[in-house]
């Protein structure tokens, strides 16, 4: 199809999952729930998610797939 699946994350991706690994494991090692806990990791899930909406990644990496419909179906539908 034309997809690159390589491991190449950059920096954000890479330092993102060891944030999340490294929170998970401390709410984690005790054993124990508390409300806390997991509002901890909401905000951790909220901040990544800032860092992400704020980080542009461009939409064309060089192997994208055209996924337009064809022009039959374009005059077909309107």
């Given at each position: 199809?034309?997809i690159?699946?390589?491991?190449?994350?950059?920096?954000?991706?890479?330092?993102?999952?060891?944030?999340v690994i490294?929170?998970?494991a401390?709410?984690?090692?005790?054993?124990t729930?508390?409300?806390?806990k997991g509002?901890?990791?909401?905000?951790?899930?909220?901040?990544?998610?800032?860092?992400?909406?704020?980080?542009?990644?461009p939409l064309?990496?060089g192997?994208n797939i055209?996924?337009?419909?064809p022009?039959a179906?374009?005059t077909?539908?309107g």
């Open positions: 199809m034309g690159n699946m390589d491991l190449n994350f950059n920096l954000l991706k890479t330092s993102s999952l060891a944030l490294i929170a998970t401390f709410t984690l090692q005790d054993g729930s508390h409300y806390m509002f901890v990791l909401l905000l951790c899930y909220l901040v990544i998610e800032g860092c992400f909406s704020v980080f542009k990644t064309y990496d192997n055209n996924l337009e419909l022009k179906t374009k077909l539908l």
